[in-house]
């Protein structure tokens, strides 16, 4: 079974940054498209970034297009989102999974912007 912790959140004013960090254990990992979600307050889950399994195709909602950057490194098991020009509306709790959320969802890690 694959455990997938998200950790970086935290409370930035608008316009400002945070990187978001996703370990993921399992050998599967690497062969595996990833994907970054978030859930706002009242909010169905909606899938915000993802990453081929070898990192050299990413995409984007077009929400976040030139503000978000997902990444990935398969040597330490990981996904990062780094997040800049952040907007009160990107408010939610970010999950990472598979590109179509096929793992047991992590706890997630909770940002919050103010404006």
């Known amino acids: 079974q694959v455990r997938l912790v998200e950790s970086g959140g935290g409370l930035v004013q608008a316009g400002g940054s945070l990187r978001l960090s996703c370990a993921a254990s399992?050998?599967?990992?690497?062969?595996?498209?990833m994907a970054w979600y978030r859930q706002g307050p009242g909010k169905q889950r909606e899938l915000v970034a993802g990453?081929?399994?070898?990192?050299?195709?990413?995409n984007y909602v077009d929400s976040v297009k030139g503000r978000f950057t997902i990444s990935r490194d398969n040597a330490k098991n990981m996904v990062y989102l780094q997040m800049n020009s952040l907007k009160p509306e990107d408010t939610a709790v970010y999950y990472c999974?598979?590109?179509?959320?096929?793992?047991?969802w992590g706890q997630g890690t909770q940002v919050t912007v103010s404006s």
């Open positions: 999974n598979t590109n179509r959320g096929s793992w047991s």
């Open positions: 990453i081929t399994s070898g990192g050299t195709t990413t």
């Open positions: 399992g050998s599967l990992f690497r062969i595996i498209t």
